[in-house]
Protein backbone atom coordinates (compact mmCIF):
# COMPACT_ATOMS: atom_id res chain seq x y z
CA UNK A 1 0.00 0.00 0.00
CA UNK A 2 1.37 3.43 -0.82
CA UNK A 3 1.75 6.44 1.43
CA UNK A 4 0.06 9.56 0.85
CA UNK A 5 0.83 12.81 3.33
CA UNK A 6 -1.41 15.27 3.10
CA UNK A 7 -0.64 18.40 4.85
CA UNK A 8 -3.63 20.50 6.60
CA UNK A 9 -6.33 18.03 5.45
CA UNK A 10 -8.84 20.09 7.19
CA UNK A 11 -8.56 22.98 5.63
CA UNK A 12 -10.86 24.46 3.36
CA UNK A 13 -13.05 22.26 5.23
CA UNK A 14 -14.04 20.50 1.33
CA UNK A 15 -10.43 19.13 1.27
CA UNK A 16 -11.85 15.71 3.11
CA UNK A 17 -12.74 14.45 -0.36
CA UNK A 18 -9.25 14.52 -2.14
CA UNK A 19 -8.43 11.82 1.14
CA UNK A 20 -11.58 10.28 0.58
CA UNK A 21 -10.71 9.42 -3.11
CA UNK A 22 -7.17 8.84 -2.75
CA UNK A 23 -8.55 6.13 0.60
CA UNK A 24 -11.06 4.46 -2.23
CA UNK A 25 -8.09 4.26 -4.53
CA UNK A 26 -6.54 1.67 -1.72
CA UNK A 27 -4.07 4.06 -0.47
CA UNK A 28 -2.62 4.90 2.89
CA UNK A 29 -3.95 8.41 3.92
CA UNK A 30 -1.80 10.34 6.76
CA UNK A 31 -2.85 13.28 7.39
CA UNK A 32 -0.52 16.48 9.58
CA UNK A 33 -2.39 19.46 10.72
CA UNK A 34 -2.89 22.03 14.09
CA UNK A 35 -6.15 21.13 14.77
CA UNK A 36 -7.22 19.09 17.52
CA UNK A 37 -8.01 15.40 16.55
CA UNK A 38 -11.32 15.47 18.52
CA UNK A 39 -12.42 18.74 16.49
CA UNK A 40 -11.96 17.21 13.06
CA UNK A 41 -15.29 16.66 10.82
CA UNK A 42 -16.15 13.62 11.02
CA UNK A 43 -15.90 12.63 7.52
CA UNK A 44 -12.31 13.74 7.38
CA UNK A 45 -11.22 11.12 10.44
CA UNK A 46 -13.42 8.36 8.34
CA UNK A 47 -10.67 8.91 5.67
CA UNK A 48 -7.34 9.27 7.56
CA UNK A 49 -5.83 5.64 8.31
CA UNK A 50 -3.82 7.97 10.92
CA UNK A 51 -3.52 11.59 12.26
CA UNK A 52 -0.41 13.82 13.58
CA UNK A 53 -1.33 17.10 15.62
CA UNK A 54 1.43 19.91 15.63
CA UNK A 55 1.18 22.84 17.99
CA UNK A 56 1.71 24.34 14.22
CA UNK A 57 2.04 24.36 10.77
CA UNK A 58 4.62 27.00 10.64
CA UNK A 59 6.94 24.78 13.02
CA UNK A 60 8.91 23.38 10.64
CA UNK A 61 10.73 21.02 13.02
CA UNK A 62 7.89 19.74 14.14
CA UNK A 63 6.06 18.69 10.92
CA UNK A 64 9.29 17.41 9.98
CA UNK A 65 9.09 15.03 12.95
CA UNK A 66 5.71 14.05 12.31
CA UNK A 67 6.67 13.06 8.71
CA UNK A 68 9.56 10.89 10.57
CA UNK A 69 7.36 9.51 12.35
CA UNK A 70 4.95 8.57 9.75
CA UNK A 71 7.88 6.52 8.27
CA UNK A 72 9.08 4.95 11.19
CA UNK A 73 5.57 3.58 11.32
CA UNK A 74 4.73 3.25 7.62
CA UNK A 75 7.16 3.22 5.48
CA UNK A 76 8.35 5.31 2.36
CA UNK A 77 6.75 8.20 2.06
CA UNK A 78 5.35 7.90 -1.83
CA UNK A 79 3.34 11.24 -2.32
CA UNK A 80 3.13 14.28 -0.01
CA UNK A 81 0.74 17.43 -0.56
CA UNK A 82 -1.02 20.17 0.81
CA UNK A 83 -2.86 21.48 -2.35
CA UNK A 84 -2.86 24.95 -0.67
CA UNK A 85 -0.78 27.61 -1.62
CA UNK A 86 0.32 28.73 1.88
CA UNK A 87 2.01 25.49 2.04
CA UNK A 88 3.98 24.92 -1.68
CA UNK A 89 7.19 26.16 -0.16
CA UNK A 90 6.73 24.29 2.69
CA UNK A 91 5.44 20.85 0.79
CA UNK A 92 8.44 21.23 -1.15
CA UNK A 93 11.24 21.33 1.39
CA UNK A 94 9.79 18.25 3.05
CA UNK A 95 10.06 16.16 0.03
CA UNK A 96 13.63 17.42 -0.83
CA UNK A 97 14.53 16.49 3.08
CA UNK A 98 12.63 13.20 2.64
CA UNK A 99 13.86 12.04 -1.10
CA UNK A 100 10.21 12.31 -2.04
CA UNK A 101 10.73 12.77 -5.92
CA UNK A 102 6.39 12.76 -6.85
CA UNK A 103 6.15 16.83 -6.37
CA UNK A 104 8.30 19.61 -6.90
CA UNK A 105 11.49 19.75 -4.78
CA UNK A 106 12.27 23.50 -3.21
CA UNK A 107 14.92 23.75 -6.48
CA UNK A 108 11.61 24.09 -8.42
CA UNK A 109 9.94 26.83 -6.58
CA UNK A 110 11.55 30.01 -7.20
CA UNK A 111 9.82 30.06 -10.62
CA UNK A 112 6.62 28.43 -9.09
CA UNK A 113 6.38 31.13 -6.51
CA UNK A 114 8.17 34.71 -7.38
CA UNK A 115 6.01 36.41 -9.94
CA UNK A 116 8.74 38.03 -11.16
CA UNK A 117 10.62 34.67 -12.19
CA UNK A 118 7.57 33.68 -13.72
CA UNK A 119 8.01 35.79 -16.62
CA UNK A 120 10.87 33.69 -17.74
CA UNK A 121 8.81 30.25 -18.28
CA UNK A 122 5.51 32.45 -19.63
CA UNK A 123 7.99 34.13 -22.36
CA UNK A 124 9.13 30.52 -23.65
CA UNK A 125 5.82 28.88 -23.93
CA UNK A 126 5.18 31.99 -26.31
CA UNK A 127 2.92 34.23 -24.36
CA UNK A 128 3.17 37.93 -23.61
CA UNK A 129 3.82 39.36 -20.41
CA UNK A 130 3.18 42.88 -18.85
CA UNK A 131 6.44 44.42 -18.01
CA UNK A 132 7.60 45.07 -14.30
CA UNK A 133 10.21 46.41 -11.90
CA UNK A 134 11.89 45.23 -9.31
CA UNK A 135 10.65 48.02 -5.94
CA UNK A 136 13.99 49.48 -5.09
CA UNK A 137 13.50 53.28 -4.49
CA UNK A 138 11.95 56.02 -5.45
CA UNK A 139 14.26 56.96 -7.98
CA UNK A 140 14.15 53.55 -9.72
CA UNK A 141 10.60 53.63 -9.77
CA UNK A 142 9.98 56.65 -11.03
CA UNK A 143 12.45 55.64 -14.27
CA UNK A 144 10.34 52.58 -14.66
CA UNK A 145 6.94 54.74 -14.80
CA UNK A 146 8.34 56.67 -17.34
CA UNK A 147 8.44 53.82 -19.67
CA UNK A 148 4.81 52.58 -18.66
CA UNK A 149 3.08 55.43 -17.36
CA UNK A 150 0.30 55.71 -14.74
CA UNK A 151 -1.70 53.46 -13.15
CA UNK A 152 0.99 50.29 -12.07
CA UNK A 153 -0.15 47.42 -10.23
CA UNK A 154 2.73 47.38 -6.73
CA UNK A 155 2.39 43.15 -5.00
CA UNK A 156 4.65 41.16 -3.03
CA UNK A 157 6.64 39.38 -5.61
CA UNK A 158 6.24 35.91 -3.57
CA UNK A 159 2.72 36.43 -2.42
CA UNK A 160 -0.96 34.84 -2.75
CA UNK A 161 -4.34 36.19 -4.43
CA UNK A 162 -3.92 40.13 -4.28
CA UNK A 163 -3.05 40.41 -0.50
CA UNK A 164 -1.09 43.65 0.20
CA UNK A 165 -1.34 44.28 -4.00
CA UNK A 166 -2.34 47.97 -4.41
CA UNK A 167 -3.10 50.15 -7.80
CA UNK A 168 -0.63 53.39 -7.94
CA UNK A 169 -2.36 56.25 -10.00
CA UNK A 170 -0.33 59.47 -9.16
CA UNK A 171 3.34 60.19 -8.02
CA UNK A 172 1.70 61.06 -4.53
CA UNK A 173 0.53 57.48 -4.52
CA UNK A 174 3.82 56.04 -5.09
CA UNK A 175 5.58 58.70 -2.01
CA UNK A 176 2.96 57.53 -0.23
CA UNK A 177 3.89 53.72 -0.99
CA UNK A 178 7.79 53.83 -1.44
CA UNK A 179 7.45 55.25 2.56
CA UNK A 180 5.39 52.66 3.92
CA UNK A 181 5.85 49.36 2.10
CA UNK A 182 7.84 46.45 4.26
CA UNK A 183 11.33 46.71 2.85
CA UNK A 184 12.10 43.53 3.97
CA UNK A 185 9.36 42.31 1.49
CA UNK A 186 10.54 41.94 -2.06
CA UNK A 187 7.94 43.90 -4.25
CA UNK A 188 7.25 43.86 -7.61
CA UNK A 189 6.07 46.99 -9.96
CA UNK A 190 4.15 46.09 -13.42
CA UNK A 191 2.33 48.05 -15.51
CA UNK A 192 -1.27 48.11 -15.33
CA UNK A 193 -3.43 45.95 -18.07
CA UNK A 194 -7.42 46.82 -18.64
CA UNK A 195 -8.53 42.92 -18.61
CA UNK A 196 -10.57 40.09 -17.19
CA UNK A 197 -8.79 37.40 -15.60
CA UNK A 198 -9.58 33.97 -17.37
CA UNK A 199 -8.04 30.33 -15.51
CA UNK A 200 -6.82 27.51 -16.68
CA UNK A 201 -7.40 24.69 -13.94
CA UNK A 202 -6.30 21.31 -15.20
CA UNK A 203 -5.18 18.06 -13.65
CA UNK A 204 -1.88 16.92 -15.46
CA UNK A 205 -0.57 13.39 -15.19
CA UNK A 206 3.45 12.25 -15.14
CA UNK A 207 3.91 12.95 -18.44
CA UNK A 208 2.87 16.12 -18.52
CA UNK A 209 -0.61 15.54 -20.53
CA UNK A 210 -3.51 17.04 -18.85
CA UNK A 211 -6.43 14.67 -18.10
CA UNK A 212 -9.25 17.29 -17.27
CA UNK A 213 -9.56 20.61 -18.38
CA UNK A 214 -11.96 23.22 -17.17
CA UNK A 215 -11.35 27.42 -16.74
CA UNK A 216 -12.91 30.09 -15.04
CA UNK A 217 -13.78 33.83 -15.65
CA UNK A 218 -12.90 36.59 -12.61
CA UNK A 219 -16.08 39.13 -13.41
CA UNK A 220 -14.92 41.48 -9.87
CA UNK A 221 -11.20 42.15 -9.28
CA UNK A 222 -9.70 40.73 -7.00
CA UNK A 223 -7.37 43.75 -5.49
CA UNK A 224 -10.88 45.75 -5.21
CA UNK A 225 -12.35 42.58 -3.15
CA UNK A 226 -9.47 42.50 -0.71
CA UNK A 227 -8.90 46.09 -0.45
CA UNK A 228 -12.62 47.76 -0.45
CA UNK A 229 -14.18 44.77 0.76
CA UNK A 230 -16.41 44.31 -2.00
CA UNK A 231 -18.35 41.41 -3.51
CA UNK A 232 -16.99 38.43 -5.41
CA UNK A 233 -18.40 36.92 -8.84
CA UNK A 234 -16.80 34.51 -11.09
CA UNK A 235 -18.06 31.69 -12.71
CA UNK A 236 -16.44 28.16 -14.40
CA UNK A 237 -16.74 27.95 -17.69
CA UNK A 238 -19.45 25.97 -19.78
CA UNK A 239 -16.99 25.11 -22.39
CA UNK A 240 -13.08 26.22 -22.07
CA UNK A 241 -12.20 28.46 -24.84
CA UNK A 242 -10.01 27.16 -26.99
CA UNK A 243 -7.16 29.72 -26.66
CA UNK A 244 -7.28 29.32 -23.24
CA UNK A 245 -6.77 25.57 -23.45
CA UNK A 246 -4.18 26.27 -25.75
CA UNK A 247 -2.12 28.87 -23.18
CA UNK A 248 -2.88 26.92 -20.54
CA UNK A 249 -1.04 23.28 -22.24
CA UNK A 250 1.73 25.35 -23.33
CA UNK A 251 2.52 27.19 -20.05
CA UNK A 252 2.45 23.40 -18.37
CA UNK A 253 4.80 22.72 -20.85
CA UNK A 254 6.91 25.62 -20.46
CA UNK A 255 7.16 24.99 -16.14
CA UNK A 256 7.50 21.48 -16.32
CA UNK A 257 4.36 20.54 -14.66
CA UNK A 258 3.64 16.73 -13.79
CA UNK A 259 1.30 15.16 -11.57
CA UNK A 260 -0.31 18.38 -10.49
CA UNK A 261 -3.84 20.13 -9.97
CA UNK A 262 -2.76 23.81 -11.34
CA UNK A 263 -4.37 26.50 -11.63
CA UNK A 264 -2.75 28.87 -14.16
CA UNK A 265 -4.33 33.05 -14.47
CA UNK A 266 -3.96 34.99 -17.67
CA UNK A 267 -5.19 38.25 -18.60
CA UNK A 268 -8.12 38.55 -21.51
CA UNK A 269 -7.09 41.89 -22.82
CA UNK A 270 -10.45 44.53 -22.19
CA UNK A 271 -8.71 46.57 -25.02
CA UNK A 272 -5.57 46.53 -27.66
CA UNK A 273 -2.56 47.32 -25.42
CA UNK A 274 0.81 48.15 -27.41
CA UNK A 275 3.51 45.58 -26.91
CA UNK A 276 1.22 43.14 -25.80
CA UNK A 277 -1.64 42.11 -28.07
CA UNK A 278 -5.26 42.71 -29.44
CA UNK A 279 -8.34 43.55 -27.27
CA UNK A 280 -9.46 39.43 -26.49
CA UNK A 281 -6.24 38.37 -26.98
CA UNK A 282 -4.53 36.19 -24.20
CA UNK A 283 -1.24 37.13 -21.87
CA UNK A 284 0.36 35.93 -18.60
CA UNK A 285 -0.55 36.40 -15.60
CA UNK A 286 0.59 34.22 -12.69
CA UNK A 287 0.73 30.39 -11.99
CA UNK A 288 -0.75 28.98 -9.22
CA UNK A 289 0.45 25.00 -8.41
CA UNK A 290 -2.52 23.94 -6.75
CA UNK A 291 -6.22 23.60 -7.44
CA UNK A 292 -8.29 27.13 -7.54
CA UNK A 293 -8.91 28.45 -3.97
CA UNK A 294 -12.15 27.85 -1.59
CA UNK A 295 -14.48 25.40 -2.97
CA UNK A 296 -14.27 25.96 -6.91
CA UNK A 297 -13.35 22.04 -6.99
CA UNK A 298 -16.69 22.00 -5.92
CA UNK A 299 -17.94 24.09 -8.33
CA UNK A 300 -16.41 22.36 -11.62
CA UNK A 301 -17.88 19.41 -10.56
CA UNK A 302 -21.01 21.16 -10.96
CA UNK A 303 -20.27 22.93 -13.91
CA UNK A 304 -18.81 19.30 -15.59
CA UNK A 305 -20.61 16.88 -13.98
CA UNK A 306 -17.99 14.89 -12.67
CA UNK A 307 -15.63 14.44 -9.58
CA UNK A 308 -12.49 16.23 -9.78
CA UNK A 309 -11.54 14.54 -5.98
CA UNK A 310 -11.52 11.73 -7.86
CA UNK A 311 -9.94 12.69 -11.16
CA UNK A 312 -7.13 13.68 -9.19
CA UNK A 313 -6.71 10.71 -6.48
CA UNK A 314 -7.13 8.91 -10.31
CA UNK A 315 -4.12 10.70 -11.43
CA UNK A 316 -2.56 9.93 -8.15
CA UNK A 317 -2.77 6.57 -8.19
CA UNK A 318 -3.33 5.17 -11.84
CA UNK A 319 -1.49 8.38 -13.28
CA UNK A 320 -5.18 8.31 -15.41
CA UNK A 321 -8.58 8.39 -14.95
CA UNK A 322 -12.26 7.08 -15.94
CA UNK A 323 -14.18 8.91 -14.20
CA UNK A 324 -16.62 10.49 -17.03
CA UNK A 325 -18.24 13.98 -17.48
CA UNK A 326 -22.05 14.75 -17.49
CA UNK A 327 -23.76 17.55 -19.14
CA UNK A 328 -22.35 21.18 -18.70
CA UNK A 329 -23.27 24.01 -17.04
CA UNK A 330 -21.98 27.86 -16.38
CA UNK A 331 -21.70 27.59 -12.57
CA UNK A 332 -21.88 30.77 -10.85
CA UNK A 333 -20.03 31.63 -7.89
CA UNK A 334 -21.56 34.83 -5.70
CA UNK A 335 -19.51 35.91 -2.37
CA UNK A 336 -21.72 38.54 -0.73
CA UNK A 337 -20.28 40.94 1.95
CA UNK A 338 -22.50 40.92 5.50
CA UNK A 339 -24.08 44.26 5.90
CA UNK A 340 -24.78 45.61 2.55
CA UNK A 341 -28.21 46.32 0.19
CA UNK A 342 -28.73 43.92 -2.35
CA UNK A 343 -31.33 44.08 -5.06
CA UNK A 344 -32.63 40.81 -3.61
CA UNK A 345 -32.18 39.62 0.38
CA UNK A 346 -30.78 36.17 0.96
CA UNK A 347 -34.36 34.30 1.48
CA UNK A 348 -36.15 36.03 -1.69
CA UNK A 349 -32.57 34.87 -3.71
CA UNK A 350 -33.04 31.69 -2.48
CA UNK A 351 -36.86 31.32 -3.36
CA UNK A 352 -36.01 32.66 -7.11
CA UNK A 353 -32.99 30.49 -7.80
CA UNK A 354 -33.42 27.62 -5.55
CA UNK A 355 -34.18 25.11 -8.96
CA UNK A 356 -30.16 26.42 -9.84
CA UNK A 357 -28.82 26.49 -6.31
CA UNK A 358 -26.01 23.93 -6.01
CA UNK A 359 -24.52 25.17 -2.75
CA UNK A 360 -25.21 27.61 -0.23
CA UNK A 361 -22.78 28.46 2.61
CA UNK A 362 -21.11 30.78 4.78
CA UNK A 363 -17.58 31.30 3.97
CA UNK A 364 -14.71 30.62 6.46
CA UNK A 365 -12.85 33.78 8.23
CA UNK A 366 -9.66 32.72 6.91
CA UNK A 367 -11.40 33.04 3.15
CA UNK A 368 -13.54 35.75 3.45
CA UNK A 369 -10.69 38.41 2.60
CA UNK A 370 -10.76 37.45 -1.01
CA UNK A 371 -14.46 35.71 -1.14
CA UNK A 372 -16.99 37.57 0.64
CA UNK A 373 -18.93 36.41 3.89
CA UNK A 374 -22.04 34.54 2.43
CA UNK A 375 -21.53 32.30 -1.04
CA UNK A 376 -24.00 31.40 -3.64
CA UNK A 377 -23.39 28.51 -6.12
CA UNK A 378 -25.84 27.95 -9.16
CA UNK A 379 -25.68 26.13 -12.40
CA UNK A 380 -27.32 27.64 -15.55
CA UNK A 381 -27.59 26.30 -19.12
CA UNK A 382 -26.74 29.77 -21.18
CA UNK A 383 -24.50 32.73 -19.99
CA UNK A 384 -27.80 34.96 -20.29
CA UNK A 385 -29.51 33.42 -17.46
CA UNK A 386 -26.40 33.26 -15.25
CA UNK A 387 -26.09 37.09 -16.21
CA UNK A 388 -29.67 37.40 -14.73
CA UNK A 389 -28.71 35.92 -11.44
CA UNK A 390 -25.99 38.02 -11.25
CA UNK A 391 -27.86 40.83 -11.33
CA UNK A 392 -30.54 40.24 -9.00
CA UNK A 393 -28.03 38.84 -6.64
CA UNK A 394 -25.67 41.92 -7.00
CA UNK A 395 -25.66 45.30 -4.62
CA UNK A 396 -29.00 47.68 -4.53
CA UNK A 397 -28.01 50.48 -6.80
Known sequence: MKNFVFISPNFPKNYWQFCRELKNNGMNVLGIGDQAYDELAPELKDNLNEYYKVSSLENYDEVYRAVAFFIHKYGRIDWLESNNEYWLMQDAQLRTDFHITTG????????????????????????????????????????????????????????????????????????????DYPKHVPYIMEEFINAQVNSYDAIINSKGEPIFETGNVTLSNLMEVVNTLDNSLYFIHKELPEDTRAAGRATVKSFGVKSRFVHFEFFRLNEDHEGLGKKGEIIALEVNMRPCGGFTPDMINFAHSTNVYKIWADMITYDSTLMPQGEHFYCAFMGRRDGKDFKLSHEDLLAKYHSQMKMVDRIPDALSGGMGNQMYMANFSTKEEMDAFYYDAELYN
Not at 159 to 167: D, Q, S
Open 104 to 179: FQIEDMERIKYKSKMKEYYTKAGIAVARYHMVDDLEGCRAFLEKVGYPVVVKPDNGVGAVATYKLTCDEDLVHFIN
